[in-house]
């Protein structure tokens, strides 16, 4: 690691001297290259370099608007969908919050009480950085381990299910346990461009994130709700992703 750190002290400094023009032109021969290998081979290629352009991308995106908050918050509003539905006062869970940019709209924007749990220390420091307000309770914890206590009328869900591996038993744990009205839920679609099927075809690893541990079909998306024991009342696709309201059956 410390000799891949020291490669790269050296060599950007230098890539830097090379005119942008230039340097593209010479990216796109050696692209040409790739594409005289033979399909298979060239198409594997190209995808990788299509998932690390878009890292690259991703990186440079949480710093464009100057506040470390990544510039698709404001360009897809998708805060809406969650705030939109909320009502004064609701008692909201934000499982897997993040560093709170979505908390902090539903506490400003439809003014909730919102408790936002995260695993990632550091994402809740920024959080508390970032967002004060007497309404809005942000906790370092495993949601599985460290729920807080109280009853909570609505959880929210944006972009963490798919990150877990027991979804149906996680589910199930947090409506016994929070007793919630309805869930507000996020996730990535795995038809969202042919890429993906492409890779699976390749046998490539085709999800978005390497933490997900699925990607969904609408069909295959409410099947799962369904055996966790809820049952869709809202579904909404943007973006590539299920937006969805669903309520307990029990």
């Known amino acids: ?97 993040g560093y709170g940019a979505l908390a902090w709209s539903m506490v400003t924007k439809a003014q909730a009480i919102v408790t936002g749990i995260d695993l ?35 959880i929210v869900l944006s972009n963490i299910l798919e990150h877990i591996e027991d979804r149906i038993g996680f589910i199930k744990k947090i409506q016994e346990a929070k007793k919630p009205k309805r869930w507000l839920i996020r996730v990535p679609m795995f038809d969202r461009h042919w890429y993906v099927p492409m890779k699976k075809e390749l046998n490539m690893f085709y999800f978005s994130d390497q933490t997900h541990r699925i990607e969904y079909t ?15 009342t809202h579904t909404e696709i943007h973006w590539g992703e299920i937006w969805a309201e669903a309520k307990s059956n029990a």
């Open 1 to 97: 690691m410390q000799i891949k750190k020291g490669i790269k002290r050296i060599l950007i400094p230098v890539i830097k001297l090379v005119p942008y023009k230039l340097g593209r032109k010479i990216f796109n021969l050696w692209l040409l290259s790739i594409q005289s290998k033979d399909s298979p081979s060239a198409m594997r290629l190209l995808l990788n370099l299509d998932d690390d352009i878009s890292g690259h991308i991703d990186n440079v995106a949480m710093h464009y608007d100057k506040d470390g908050i990544h510039v698709k918050h404001r360009l897809m509003e998708y805060h809406d969908f969650f705030t939109k539905r909320l009502n004064p006062r609701e008692r909201v869970l934000d499982i897997g919050c």
């Open 120 to 154: 990632n220390g550091e994402n809740i420091s920024n959080a508390k950085r970032l967002y004060k307000h007497p309404d809005l309770t942000l906790i370092h914890g495993d949601a599985l381990k460290d729920l807080p206590e109280g009853i909570y009328d609505t």
């Open 218 to 232: 609408l069909r295959g998306f409410k099947e799962e709700l369904e055996s966790a024991g809820l049952t869709l």
